[in-house]
């Protein structure tokens, strides 16, 4: 006899199916932005054009759909930094490309979201903070390396910049503030250009350290 290998179909979720998710992640986004991390998931159904059962069967709880948002929002600004790395031309400059496009994300806006119930150690969000770490070290080690941004500064450092100017209170306007953020952004990057014009108090910021905090 002949042995016969049966070969499972393997079942890809349909372009719609995707279409919805995306449309829920990206309403979740927006509407965590806006109005904080209690919004109700139904209103985010909404605003997403879709049925609630097709936000729970997407996401069965909002620990999940706020993990997926949170994620999402770091993958997009991994791939700012990614595009910054592959651009040509002046080190400094590319690490300012990426720090006001990481701005433009919103990703501190999010961090109220992370509760003490958020499992912050699950596997995707790991893999997406790594990401985004190892991207930031490389942009600043290049500008670094070109004796273009000073010595005493780390990636905790601009982090925490980035975060504290990005991160309008929810229900404020974040469009009011829109008005602003690049220009003290661009104050801040300033800052980071060698030679230092001062000195700073304490020691470079890492991630762990922030962590810890």
Do not use: W
């Not at 349909?14 to 806006?34: C, H, K, Q």
């Amino acid at each position: 006899m002949t042995a016969t290998t049966v070969q499972k179909k393997v079942t890809r979720p349909r372009a719609d199916a995707l279409r919805n998710r995306e449309r829920i992640v990206t309403a979740a986004r927006e509407m965590f932005t806006e109005f904080g991390p209690d919004v109700p998931l139904d209103e985010i159904a909404r605003r997403a054009g879709v049925g609630n059962a097709t936000l729970y069967r997407n996401f069965p709880d909002r620990d999940a759909l706020v993990r997926e948002v949170v994620c999402s929002v770091m993958d997009r600004t991994s791939e700012a930094a990614e595009v910054a790395l592959a651009a040509t031309g002046d080190a400094f400059e590319a690490l300012e490309r990426f720090v006001h496009a990481s701005a433009d994300e919103r990703i501190a806006a999010l961090c109220p979201m992370v509760q003490s119930t958020f499992d912050q150690h699950h596997p995707d969000l790991v893999a997406s903070r790594e990401r985004i770490e190892h991207l930031i070290e490389e942009l600043m080690d290049r500008a670094r390396t070109a004796g273009q941004l000073r010595a005493d500064v780390s990636v905790g450092d601009v982090m925490v910049a980035v975060s504290q100017l990005s991160r309008p209170p929810a229900g404020t306007g974040c469009g009011v503030a829109d008005r602003f953020l690049h220009r003290t952004l661009q104050l801040f990057l300033d800052g980071l250009r060698a030679p230092a014009r001062s000195i700073l108090p304490g020691t470079a910021l890492n991630m762990e350290d922030l962590r810890r905090a």
